[in-house]
């Protein structure tokens, strides 16, 4: 098949999105598809995936993005195109942020109960989010499109916030590298990285990978690590990636975690650090199906996340890990860490998210989105007899 593929940049080193579509895009071309890419930005590695790349010239806003996205696919002959959520001229449309609408009041959480009326009319204003508006009116108003949702979280935010119709939408959860992301890294790298960040073989290390700290529960997070020290608990937590902003250690210290907690900051690999890790925790606000919740099950680890996480719709709580309500409460999420310092209780949990891990390979994603494409054009050829 001939595939477009459309995202503001293939860079891996960008984040998630970025990541993911460059393994797709390689993983197509591996299994003898003809791939191409529409983006403003290719690396150069992306070079040797035998990738057809169609750069497109820097624009000034998202919405010359796709009218600039849609002038080059149209050049183009193409069995199947999916965008990653920046254009509107596709078969099939995946946001990998999930709703942007969903996203923006979920964010409203993280102010004040007084103070989300008040953001919510402000945010209407802003010509920033009027652009996401109009751009949103192109991408969900097309009724022979496909929309892939990364959990059934996002499906409901497809039809609740744009008006998606149920038949329009196919279910199709993240995969992860299962090699990449192994228990059997822990011999390489657990103990390097533990004497880093002086955690001993009695301490508890909880980790959690993010950028967006606040979206993410960081303060959450930090808020129960202060309590589980003040109990007198061995409990370490590394952030890995984002900044560390004078706010975020402020914050630590008052919540008494700073002398618990380190601030990596960004890496290039988070695999050693998961397998220097016991516990993974993401109390977040917003995640559509988070990756690095599957990348720590992969690794073997219990996973801690919430109920606005897409991902957590694979686990069962008590068996992988658990859930939390609310991503702001700290006694809530500092009673789900309590028994997990308990190696004992961990050790079960770890081989239960292995397996969970592995029925969501990386291979099994991709086969799954195979599938979506075979379908169009399945359907394009009945049209066409």
Known sequence: MKIGLVIESLDPRRGGAEQWTAQFAGWLARAGHEVHI??????????????TAHPLPRTRSRLEFAQAAEQQLERLSLDVTHDMGYGWHCDVFQPHGGSRAAANEQNLHLAPRWLRPIKRRVASCLPRYREFRRLAMAQYMADDRIYLALSRMVARDFERFHGVRREQIRLVYNGVDVERFSPEHRWRYRSVVRDELGVDDRE????????????????????AVGKLVRAGLPVRLAVVGGKRQPAIARLAARLGAANATTFVGPVDDAVPYYAAADVYVQPT?????????????ASGLPVITTRFNGAGELMTPGIEGWLIDNPADADELTARLLPLT????????ALAA?????AHSFDRNCRELLAVYEGIAAARRRRAA
């Open 38 to 51: 529409v983006a403003s930005q290719v690396a150069p590695e992306m070079a040797s995936l035998g990738l």
């Open 354 to 358: 292995r397996r969970l891990a592995v």
């Open 204 to 223: 508890t290390l909880l980790l959690i990978v993010a950028h967006n700290f606040r979206l993410k529960g960081v303060p959450t997070l930090l808020a």
């Open 285 to 297: 606000f917003y995640d559509p199906c988070s990756l690095v919740v599957l990348e720590a099950w």
């Open 342 to 349: 308990d190696l004992a209780i961990r050790a079960p949990m």
